[in-house]
């Protein structure tokens, strides 16, 4: 699908939130996959799941990493949902999170993210974590580059909860949101 044609699509759907750190982006960009840990919360959502969902990809602080100024949080990207899964035996991905850590799993057909991933290279965590911290903290600062930010989305009416693992916006902010996706998509 391309960005004309996912724009089209998307205005007829509700969007939802994804909160995560940006290590765990670099998973998705490299997997099309996200994990979600257990929860009430977040097994509801699971159920509620349909295929063509749309995902808008919210990067938080970091988890893994040392707390590093320069890396922003905002909206980074966005998703449609091909498929869910639930893994009761995850392995752990070789670098951050342990086996059976986020086993509820969604998979993307399509993923866009607003930075500069031409100069990412698609490889495992496990593999950036051996090349060493700056190699994973330079990809991320690629990864997050053209961010929508906060107060972008306070300019605009369309801010959406920090709170939480997933969660929806509502039709109103969906719209508005989608005018400053529009202007991201390459």
């Given amino acids: 699908m ?7 699509y998307a205005g007829t759907r509700d969007l939802r939130k994804i909160t995560g750190p940006p290590c765990d982006w670099l998973k998705t960009y490299n997997l099309k996959s996200w994990g979600f840990r257990r929860y009430d919360k977040t097994e509801k959502a ?13 990067s938080m602080k970091q988890e ?4 590093d100024p320069g890396i ?15 893994i009761e035996n995850e392995p752990s991905d070789g670098a951050f999170t342990p086996e059976g850590f986020r086993p509820i799993k969604i998979y993307f057909s399509d993923i866009w ?6 100069k990412i290279i698609n490889e495992s965590i496990a593999e950036k974590k051996q090349k060493g911290m700056n190699y994973i903290l330079r990809d991320i600062y ?13 300019d605009n009416n369309c801010t959406i909860s920090t ?12 719209i508005r949101l989608l005018q400053l996706i529009r202007s991201r998509l390459k």
Avoid: W
């Avoid at 391309?2 to 089209?8: A, G, H, P, R, V």
């Avoid at 699971?46 to 919210?58: A, N």
């Fill in 2 to 8: 391309n960005n004309k044609e996912f724009l089209e």
């Fill in 46 to 58: 699971y159920e509620s799941f349909k295929t063509g969902d749309i995902f808008v990809f919210h």
């Fill in 64 to 67: 893994y990493l040392p707390q």
């Fill in 72 to 86: 922003k949080s905002g909206i980074i990207g966005v998703g449609i949902l091909s498929g869910k899964k639930i």
């Fill in 113 to 118: 993210f607003f930075g500069d991933t031409d």
């Fill in 142 to 154: 690629n990864l997050t580059n053209n961010i929508i930010m906060f107060q972008e989305m306070r």
């Fill in 163 to 174: 709170q939480g693992a997933v969660s929806k916006i509502s039709g109103d902010k969906s």
